[in-house]
C-alpha cells in the first residue's frame, strides 16, 4: 500500500484518487508490473488513478543532496530523503497545486494529532507526528523531515493498527490476489541499490585500501566508500570484518573483527539543526537545551539523551546540535539522519555531521595492542584535527 497516495479533492463527482509514481531508480520490468498492480487495485476500491511522472528539476531535489553526501564520503539516509523531497515534496506539490487534492493519505505506519478527523482548522492548530500503534513497523523515523506544511494535510490510516489486522482486513478483500509473496516489491533496499548504480557514473575510480585498526595491517581492496558505512560487514578472505572508520581524503577503511568493538560505540553525536517536525520545544527554546529520546536508525528502539545547541565560534550564531548519552551510541553513520521523540511523538530529525570520540579512543591505553600505536594517533588526529 505505501506504493500510492490516496487523495481527497473538492470535487464530489471524484471524490478520491489514486497516484502512482513512476520511480527513475527502479527496473523498467519492475515499474510495469508495480503499475499494473496499482490500476488493480484502484479498479477493486473504484477511484481513478493518476500516474505521475516527475521531471529531471524535480528528481535533481532529491539527487544533489544525496549526492552530496556520498562525495563527501558520507552514507545519507535515502529512505528518509526520498519521503522529504519526493513524496511529500515535489508529488506533494503536484497533488495539492495540479490536481487541486485538499488532502493526502499514505499507507505509512504512523499517527498525527488530526487523524482521520483532518479539516480546515488543522492548517491553524498544527498536526503533530507520532509512532504508529504498531511499534514493530512504526515509521514515524522515516518520516521525521517532513515539514509541518505537509503534515497538516496529510493522513496516515495504517498508523492505528496492527500490521496483523492489516494483513486479514486484505486477506478477507478482494486485495488478497493482488499481494502474494512473489510479488515484486519495492523497498528501500533497491532503490538504493539502483541509486548507487547511478552513483557509479560520478565516482569513476574509487578503489582503497582497507585496514585493520589496531595493527595497521593492510587486508584488501574496497570498490568505493560510498558503498561501505560504519558497522556495515565486510567479508575479506572469509573472514568478518565490521567498517569502524571511514578516511575521505585517503581514500581508506578501517575495520575491526568484533561486532561489539569499543570503536564502534561513542558518547556524542554532533549534527545539523534540528527540523522540527510541529514546533520548537519551549524548553529548547528558553535553556537551549533540552531531555529527548533518539532513534540512530529506523525499526531501532530509542534511547535517552540530551540535546544541546552549539556553535563553531562564540561570536557566531548556533550552527549544530549535540546528542550526549550515557548509554553510548552505536554505528553512528556520518550522513544518516536520526529521529528525535518525546514519548510517542516524534518532534523532529537531523543529520549526523560526525561522531564523537569513540571509546576506543578515550581508553586507548585499557585497548593498546601491540603494533597499533600509528592506528590510535591516526584515530585521534581525525576527531581533533590540528
Known amino acids: 500500500m505505501k506504493k500510492f497516495v490516496y487523495l481527497s479533492q473538492n470535487d464530489p463527482g471524484n471524490f478520491i484518487t489514486g497516484l502512482f509514481l513512476r520511480n527513475r531508480y527502479e527496473e523498467d520490468e519492475v515499474v510495469r508490473i508495480q503499475q499494473e498492480r496499482a490500476h488493480k487495485i484502484c479498479d477493486i476500491l473504484k477511484i481513478p488513478i493518476k500516474v505521475i511522472t516527475l521531471n529531471d528539476d524535480q528528481w535533481e531535489i532529491f539527487n544533489s543532496p544525496v549526492l552530496a553526501e556520498y562525495r563527501q564520503g558520507n552514507n545519507p539516509s535515502l529512505d528518509v530523503l526520498y519521503n522529504r523531497h519526493i513524496i511529500f515534496g515535489a508529488l506533494f506539490d503536484k497533488a495539492v497545486n495540479d490536481i487541486g487534492a485538499d488532502y493526502v493519505v499514505s499507507g505509512h505506519y504512523a499517527r498525527t494529532t488530526a487523524g482521520e478527523n483532518i479539516d480546515k482548522w488543522t492548517r491553524y492548530l498544527g498536526n503533530k507526528l507520532f509512532k504508529a500503534v504498531d511499534q514493530l513497523e512504526d515509521q514515524s523515523y522515516h518520516l521525521c523531515l517532513v515539514p509541518q506544511a505537509c503534515l497538516q494535510r496529510a493522513f496516515f490510516p495504517l498508523g492505528d493498527f496492527n500490521r496483523g489486522v492489516v494483513s486479514r482486513i486484505v486477506a478477507a478483500s478482494e486485495l488478497k490476489h493482488l499481494f502474494g509473496k512473489n510479488d515484486i516489491m519495492i523497498d528501500v533496499l533497491l532503490k538504493e541499490k539502483q541509486l548507487i548504480r547511478c552513483l557509479e557514473k560520478e565516482f569513476p575510480d574509487t578503489t582503497g585500501k582497507i585496514f585493520d585498526l ?38 581508506s577503511i578501517k575495520v575491526v573483527q568484533d561486532l561489539n568493538h569499543p570503536s564502534l560505540y561513542t558518547d556524542t553525536l554532533f549534527m545539523s539543526l534540528v527540523l522540527w517536525a510541529h514546533e520548537i520545544p519551549n524548553s529548547f527554546f528558553e535553556k537551549q537545551m533540552m531531555d529527548a529520546e533518539l532513534r540512530l536508525h529506523c525499526y531501532q528502539p530509542t534511547s535517552k539523551c540530551s540535546l544541546t545547541l552549539g ?16 548509554q553510548p551510541f552505536r554505528n553512528a553513520i556520518p550522513g544518516h539522519v536520526v529521529a528525535f521523540y518525546h514519548g510517542e511523538e516524534c518532534i523532529g530529525g ?19 595492542k601491540t603494533g597499533c600505536n600509528t592506528s590510535i594517533k591516526n584515530s585521534t588526529d581525525t576527531i581533533f584535527p590540528s
Open 311 to 326: 556553535s563553531r565560534d562564540v561570536y557566531y550564531s548556533y550552527d549544530h546540535v549535540i546528542a550526549s548519552s550515557l
Open 350 to 368: 537531523a543529520k549526523i555531521l560526525r561522531a564523537g570520540p569513540s571509546k576506543y579512543v578515550l581508553n586507548y591505553k585499557k585497548y593498546k
Open 214 to 251: 589496531e595493527s595497521g595491517a593492510e587486508l584488501g581492496e574496497h570498490d568505493g566508500l560510498h558503498l561501505w558505512h560504519i558497522g556495515k560487514t565486510i567479508v575479506i578472505e572469509g573472514k568478518t570484518f565490521f567498517v569502524a572508520e571511514k578516511n575521505r581524503d585517503k581514500n
